[in-house]
């Protein structure tokens, strides 16, 4: 409901603005009003006088004033407050634009000469993260030359020699991980996000400076890609470990007792920082592909696919409907119901998450008055910052998630937060309480900080305008949603956007605008010229002159999608505390008392983990014994649930019974008793900084010797920096199979942070004192450990080239998916799924538009949650006749008229072969034929032609449009065929693969 007054109120004043003076109107939000004024709104270049009446941080002045500069894009949407508000962010990208940063921890405080973005005002360093994400966001567009050079400031190479154990090249050049917790990486692994902002930088530099920049990029991925497999990837899981992207402060989004074993939060996996390194792997791999190196495009490609797979795999929480934020550490590794807003929206940009998945984050995860929270759901007793909170930049990608779904709320929402927060803050902040924006709630807080200033300028530029670019093209394809147009756009009936410069080419983009109407939905363009000629998709850039008129026509008003769920107030928003939990003593099994954690409200319940599964839910606080005989392995956990809310807290520290009476023994070896799995950890102190900062984790190599001195396991053990108040900690574990017998332990350092040459003029442990991977080693213990989870069961895929068509007289490839347990289950008869367009069912490199439609994926996951059979899946490729062999006779402009044919192929010639080849269920019961746009035309055609063949028919996004919709006009008469008909997917696929032809 606030939202909507919000809303009418905003649309009321732009409405009313004439009433006032021509140039200046107040805008109200809530209790407060934004006000702007020029001094002459006819200007070629404005000046606006920007005020609130909200009170600010830091006491400062509620009014600020700041002019449109020449050279930089402006825009003139009708509202004043729109156009001043893009001003702003441009203005305060200049003001991050700088010839020096600085930090008081480096350089001894003096400054270092870069041409740079600084993050922002309270932060005048450059910060991976920050910088990658707002590069990626909007900045790496508008300002490439200074994006790259920041990108190349956060690159380093080792301060001597290559480290003895290190992967990749000689000089070592990698991504530089900040400090940290527990001492920086890997505790700390999304260093990848660096790909994100690489990413758009290549896309936005002429050729020339791309081609250095991609050589360089490639260079440093490659060696952070190979390190990082070595000291954070996990094979057992598939995932990467490290703490989550940007939600670094442990005790805003972690449990309490985190901050006193750091080791578990290094072998907890995150979904955001997992989804990065799917990000880096999959533009290393193109990158690999653009230099010729076929091995590592291979290596890299293969990589991703199994994250992608892990993530689904380990991470999605089918009751919630999303993917959890984090596991928890070892011992445990449960996926935790923690949700977060950039995760999740990353999951979607990227293409981790499949449709259904998108779509039902976008609809799930809850909202507040002023827009998504950075996470879900709130800590309790924890004040305002990543808890509590909304951060511009994740807002922005938000957006973006919701954009490319035609999510119309999800959007809306992000647009109001977005310019909202701008408006009464004076400055795009680093965040705002999450319930009444508050900017003084949270407890740090920057003006004009970088990654809310790209935020904005990508909401405007990206979205609002639609402008992408690569190397090679233009593209335009706005997403402008009718609340956008009632409210922000009102006062024109065209908004445009001038001074862009992009690839050397000037643009001036001017959109026509429908009139404003009181339905929600969003408008699809009807057509687009550049420079008075009508363009068909995206533009060349050598297509271009110097400068150009980009017009674009936005026509019908579509529902979109509209699902989205408002969270209560911070009561129904505030998960419990984590329980209070201790093994009772002197009993044969294992017994735990469970007590409230501190600051319960209300009645409460505890599920409890045995070895990271759910073993027992609902239960009352006091003592609990596992009847089950566990094993000498087995490890707990416990969290608590509001029955009321069904939010849950996070896990309590994993008490394994094993390990009660297991103190440190001997540093140098261990002794197996019997044939198992097992842990090696080691007891230990490291006080080289506080457990916040600095690049001083210890990182080692362990290796365990036989009695014969081979090697039976090894891998890398950190020991992050502990406080000295908590007593010596225990290392993260190696986990090894091992056999009867004495093992030898020997700890080769690895490397940290500290030895990159950036980390030279560090003030630090570690820094200009030289290089520092050392911690006091009191002991070690092996512990017994749980069996390894069972991986996930997948289908696989095979690929039958060359296969020939005599009804047409060409040859094509069907790509194949056998369900899981084909291979196992050597009786068992499969249903067959008939699809076409097969280059787009299973790979991206194959599909078009580099989408595809993870249909191995999505079955493997429906499999999983027991939402549909196994069944035998067989792609169909097309070919450059595409449009004539799925069409019907015949469109006065596309021809057509070969469906016949192919559907003789299909059923007379493709499907005997399947049936003679595979374990089908060759019967028309057990037989379907489905395929989207013209397949999906195709598939009603082949169904009617074959009834006796096929009793199931799918059509998404159907082109029915085709030959002046005759099949509207003529519908099949009744016949025992199963028809599944989607239509208003059309709209969304057509503004997510992003071509402006006619639409599927």
Same mark, same amino acid.
């Given at each position: 409901?606030?939202?909507?007054?919000?809303?009418?109120?905003?649309?009321?004043?732009?409405?009313?603005?004439?009433?006032?003076?021509?140039?200046?109107?107040?805008?109200?939000?809530?209790?407060?009003?934004?006000?702007?004024?020029?001094?002459?709104?006819?200007?070629?270049?404005?000046?606006?006088?920007?005020?609130?009446?909200?009170?600010?941080?830091?006491?400062?002045?509620?009014?600020?004033?700041?002019?449109?500069?020449?050279?930089?894009?402006?825009?003139?949407?009708?509202?004043?407050?729109?156009?001043?508000?893009?001003?702003?962010?441009?203005?305060?990208?200049?003001?991050?634009?700088?010839?020096?940063?600085?930090?008081?921890?480096?350089?001894?405080?003096?400054?270092?000469?870069?041409?740079?973005? #600084?993050?922002?005002?309270?932060?005048?360093?450059?910060?991976?993260?920050?910088?990658?994400?707002?590069?990626?966001?909007?900045?790496?567009?508008?300002?490439?030359?200074?994006?790259?050079?920041?990108?190349?400031?956060?690159?380093?190479?080792?301060?001597?020699?290559?480290?003895?154990?290190?992967?990749?090249?000689?000089?070592?050049?990698?991504?530089?991980?900040?400090?940290?917790?527990?001492?920086?990486?890997?505790?700390?692994?999304?260093?990848?996000?660096?790909?994100?902002?690489?990413?758009?930088?290549?896309?936005?530099?002429?050729?020339?400076?791309?081609?250095?920049?991609?050589?360089?990029?490639?260079?440093?991925?490659?060696?952070?890609?190979?390190?990082?497999?070595?000291?954070?990837?996990?094979?057992?899981?598939?995932?990467?470990?490290?703490?989550?992207?940007?939600?670094?402060?442990?005790?805003?989004?972690?449990?309490?007792?985190?901050?006193?074993?750091?080791?578990?939060?290094?072998?907890?996996?995150?979904?955001?920082?997992?989804?990065?390194?799917?990000?880096?792997?999959?533009?290393?791999?193109?990158?690999?592909?653009?230099?010729?190196?076929?091995?590592?495009?291979?290596?890299?490609?293969?990589?991703?696919?199994?994250?992608?797979?892990?993530?689904?795999?380990?991470?999605?929480?089918?009751?919630?409907?999303?993917?959890?934020?984090?596991?928890?550490?070892?011992?445990?590794?449960?996926?935790?119901?923690?949700?977060?807003?950039?995760?999740?929206?990353?999951?979607?940009?990227?293409?981790?998450?499949?449709?259904?998945?998108?779509?039902?984050?976008?609809?799930?995860?809850?909202?507040?008055?002023?827009?998504?929270?950075?996470?879900?759901?709130?800590?309790?007793?924890?004040?305002?910052?990543?808890?509590?909170?909304?951060?511009?930049?994740?807002?922005?990608?938000?957006?973006?998630?919701?954009?490319?779904?035609?999510?119309?709320?999800?959007?809306?929402?992000?647009?109001?937060?977005?310019?909202?927060?701008?408006?009464?803050?004076?400055?795009?902040?680093?965040?705002?309480?999450?319930?009444?924006?508050?900017?003084?709630?949270?407890?740090?807080?920057?003006?004009?900080?970088?990654?809310?200033?790209?935020?904005?300028?990508?909401?405007?530029?990206?979205?609002?305008?639609?402008?992408?670019?690569?190397?090679?093209?233009?593209?335009?394809?706005?997403?402008?949603?009718?609340?956008?147009?009632?409210?922000?756009?009102?006062?024109? #009936?065209?908004?445009?956007?001038?001074?862009?410069?992009?690839?050397?080419?000037?643009?001036?983009?001017?959109?026509?605008?429908?009139?404003?109407?009181?339905?929600?939905?969003?408008?699809?363009?009807?057509?687009?010229?550049?420079?008075?000629?009508?363009?068909?998709?995206?533009?060349?850039?050598?297509?271009?002159?110097?400068?150009?008129?980009?017009?674009?026509?936005?026509?019908?008003?579509?529902?979109?999608?509209?699902?989205?769920?408002?969270?209560?107030? #911070?009561?129904?928003?505030?998960?419990?505390?984590?329980?209070?939990?201790?093994?009772?003593?002197?009993?044969?099994?294992?017994?735990?008392?469970?007590?409230?954690?501190?600051?319960?409200?209300?009645?409460?319940?505890?599920?409890?983990?045995?070895?990271?599964?759910?073993?027992?839910?609902?239960?009352?606080?006091?003592?609990?014994?596992?009847?089950?005989?566990?094993?000498?392995?087995?490890?707990?956990?416990?969290?608590?649930?509001?029955?009321?809310?069904?939010?849950?807290?996070?896990?309590?520290?994993?008490?394994?019974?094993?390990?009660?009476?297991?103190?440190?023994?001997?540093?140098?070896?261990?002794?197996?008793?019997?044939?198992?799995?097992?842990?090696?950890?080691?007891?230990?102190?490291?006080?080289?900084?506080?457990?916040?900062?600095?690049?001083?984790?210890?990182?080692?190599?362990?290796?365990?010797?036989?009695?014969?001195?081979?090697?039976?396991?090894?891998?890398?053990?950190?020991?992050?920096?502990?406080?000295?108040?908590?007593?010596?900690?225990?290392?993260?574990?190696?986990?090894?199979?091992?056999?009867?017998?004495?093992?030898?332990?020997?700890?080769?350092?690895?490397?940290?942070?500290?030895?990159?040459?950036?980390?030279?003029?560090?003030?630090?442990?570690?820094?200009?004192?030289?290089?520092?991977?050392?911690?006091?080693?009191?002991?070690?213990?092996?512990?017994?450990?749980?069996?390894?989870?069972?991986?996930?069961?997948?289908?696989?895929?095979?690929?039958?080239?060359?296969?020939?068509?005599?009804?047409?007289?060409?040859?094509?490839?069907?790509?194949?998916?056998?369900?899981?347990?084909?291979?196992?289950?050597?009786?068992?008869?499969?249903?067959?799924?008939?699809?076409?367009?097969?280059?787009?069912?299973?790979?991206?490199?194959?599909?078009?538009?580099?989408?595809?439609?993870?249909?191995?994926?999505?079955?493997?996951?429906?499999?999983?949650?027991?939402?549909?059979?196994?069944?035998?899946?067989?792609?169909?490729?097309?070919?450059?006749?595409?449009?004539?062999?799925?069409?019907?006779?015949?469109?006065?402009?596309?021809?057509?008229?070969?469906?016949?044919?192919?559907?003789?192929?299909?059923?007379?010639?493709?499907?005997?072969?399947?049936?003679?080849?595979?374990?089908?269920?060759?019967?028309?019961?057990?037989?379907?034929?489905?395929?989207?746009?013209?397949?999906?035309?195709?598939?009603?055609?082949?169904?009617?032609?074959?009834?006796?063949?096929?009793?199931?028919?799918?059509?998404?996004?159907?082109?029915?449009?085709?030959?002046?919709?005759?099949?509207?006009?003529?519908?099949?008469?009744?016949?025992?065929?199963?028809?599944?008909?989607?239509?208003?997917?059309?709209?969304?696929?057509?503004?997510?693969?992003?071509?402006?032809?006619?639409?599927?």
């Amino acid at each position: 409901m606030m939202r909507r007054a919000i809303a009418a109120a905003i649309a009321g004043a732009v409405a009313c603005a004439p009433a006032l003076a021509d140039t200046s109107f107040e805008l109200p939000f809530g209790a407060y009003k934004a006000r702007f004024a020029t001094p002459d709104t006819q200007a070629d270049l404005r000046s606006y006088t920007q005020s609130t009446t909200m009170p600010l941080r830091d006491n400062a002045p509620q009014s600020i004033t700041y002019a449109e500069q020449p050279g930089q894009p402006k825009v003139r949407s009708g509202n004043l407050a729109f156009d001043a508000l893009f001003a702003l962010a441009i203005t305060e990208m200049k003001q991050d634009s700088v010839q020096a940063i600085r930090d008081g921890s480096y350089n001894a405080g003096q400054p270092i000469a870069c041409l740079c973005f #600084e993050t922002g005002e309270k932060w005048h360093y450059v910060w991976t993260r920050d910088l990658s994400y707002a590069a990626s966001l909007g900045l790496a567009m508008l300002d490439p030359q200074r994006t790259r050079n920041s990108l190349q400031f956060k690159l380093s190479g080792y301060r001597g020699a290559k480290p003895a154990l290190a992967a990749g090249s000689e000089d070592g050049l990698q991504i530089v991980q900040d400090t940290g917790s527990g001492g920086s990486w890997p505790v700390s692994t999304d260093r990848v996000s660096w790909a994100f902002g690489a990413e758009q930088v290549l896309k936005s530099l002429p050729p020339e400076e791309r081609a250095q920049f991609a050589a360089t990029a490639l260079h440093a991925l490659r060696n952070t890609i190979e390190n990082d497999r070595i000291a954070a990837y996990d094979p057992a899981s598939g995932l990467y470990n490290g703490e989550q992207s940007f939600l670094d402060w442990r005790e805003q989004s972690y449990a309490a007792w985190i901050s006193n074993d750091l080791s578990s939060m290094a072998t907890s996996q995150s979904l955001s920082t997992n989804v990065a390194h799917y990000k880096a792997l999959t533009l290393a791999a193109e990158l690999a592909l653009e230099a010729g190196d076929n091995d590592d495009v291979r290596r890299y490609v293969l990589w991703a696919a199994d994250l992608k797979i892990a993530i689904n795999d380990r991470l999605w929480l089918k009751d919630a409907g999303m993917y959890s934020s984090l596991t928890a550490g070892h011992f445990d590794g449960a996926p935790l119901h923690k949700f977060d807003w950039l995760g999740e929206s990353l999951a979607i940009i990227t293409g981790v998450a499949d449709a259904e998945q998108a779509q039902s984050i976008l609809a799930r995860y809850p909202h507040g008055p002023l827009g998504a929270p950075v996470i879900w759901p709130q800590q309790p007793g924890v004040p305002a910052y990543h808890n509590r909170a909304l951060w511009p930049f994740v807002s922005a990608y938000g957006l973006r998630a919701a954009a490319q779904y035609g999510n119309v709320a999800v959007a809306d929402a992000a647009y109001a937060s977005l310019l909202q927060g701008a408006a009464l803050k004076l400055s795009n902040m680093e965040n705002m309480e999450w319930q009444g924006g508050d900017p003084s709630a949270p407890a740090i807080n920057s003006r004009r900080q970088l990654w809310s200033v790209g935020a904005f300028l990508g909401m405007v530029v990206q979205q609002a305008f639609g402008v992408t670019v690569d190397s090679e093209r233009l593209n335009i394809n706005p997403f402008i949603t009718s609340r956008l147009r009632r409210e922000w756009f009102t006062g024109s #009936e065209q908004v445009e956007l001038s001074g862009l410069a992009l690839h050397g080419k000037r643009l001036r983009i001017k959109i026509k605008l429908p009139p404003a109407v009181a339905l929600e939905g969003y408008y699809l363009p009807t057509g687009a010229k550049v420079n008075g000629k009508d363009i068909q998709g995206p533009v060349a850039w050598n297509a271009l002159a110097d400068d150009n008129l980009v017009e674009v026509e936005m026509g019908p008003l579509v529902p979109g999608r509209r699902q989205i769920t408002f969270a209560g107030g #911070e009561t129904a928003s505030t998960a419990p505390p984590e329980p209070v939990v201790q093994i009772v003593p002197g009993n044969p099994g294992a017994r735990l008392h469970i007590a409230p954690g501190a600051n319960l409200q209300g009645e409460a319940r505890y599920n409890i983990y045995r070895d990271g599964q759910l073993i027992a839910s609902n239960i009352t606080a006091g003592d609990w014994t596992d009847h089950s005989t566990p094993l000498a392995s087995s490890c707990y956990a416990v969290e608590t649930v509001y029955p009321a809310t069904g939010t849950r807290s996070h896990h309590s520290q994993a008490l394994c019974p094993a390990a009660e009476d297991n103190n440190a023994g001997p540093i140098d070896s261990v002794t197996v008793a019997k044939d198992g799995r097992y842990y090696v950890q080691f007891r230990y102190d490291n006080h080289a900084h506080q457990i916040n900062l600095g690049v001083t984790n210890a990182v080692y190599m362990l290796h365990l010797r036989d009695q014969q001195g081979a090697v039976a396991a090894e891998g890398i053990i950190q020991m992050p920096h502990n406080a000295p108040g908590n007593g010596p900690a225990w290392s993260t574990p190696l986990t090894a199979q091992l056999k009867q017998g004495s093992y030898r332990l020997e700890l080769e350092p690895f490397y940290n942070m500290s030895g990159l040459q950036s980390n030279a003029a560090y003030a630090d442990a570690g820094g200009a004192g030289g290089a520092r991977n050392e911690a006091k080693v009191q002991g070690a213990r092996l512990l017994p450990a749980a069996a390894a989870p069972k991986p996930a069961r997948h289908g696989t895929l095979q690929l039958v080239e060359k296969f020939t068509s005599p009804q047409l007289g060409n040859e094509r490839t069907l790509r194949i998916y056998l369900p899981p347990s084909y291979g196992s289950d050597t009786k068992r008869r499969y249903p067959v799924l008939y699809m076409h367009d097969g280059q787009n069912l299973f790979d991206p490199k194959t599909a078009s538009f580099g989408t595809e439609w993870n249909i191995d994926e999505v079955i493997d996951r429906l499999l999983r949650d027991g939402e549909m059979d196994e069944v035998i899946v067989v792609g169909i490729d097309n070919n450059s006749d595409r449009v004539a062999e799925y069409t019907p006779c015949c469109d006065p402009k596309h021809g057509g008229g070969k469906l016949k044919a192919y559907a003789d192929f299909v059923a007379k010639t493709v499907k005997p072969w399947v049936d003679k080849q595979y374990r089908t269920k060759p019967g028309r019961q057990h037989t379907a034929v489905m395929g989207s746009s013209l397949g999906g035309l195709a598939s009603i055609g082949i169904a009617q032609r074959y009834p006796q063949v096929f009793s199931m028919a799918g059509g998404f996004s159907s082109s029915f449009w085709w030959n002046n919709k005759d099949a509207l006009k003529h519908p099949p008469k009744r016949m025992p065929v199963r028809f599944y008909i989607d239509a208003e997917r059309c709209m969304t696929a057509w503004m997510t693969a992003k071509h402006s032809a006619r639409p599927c």
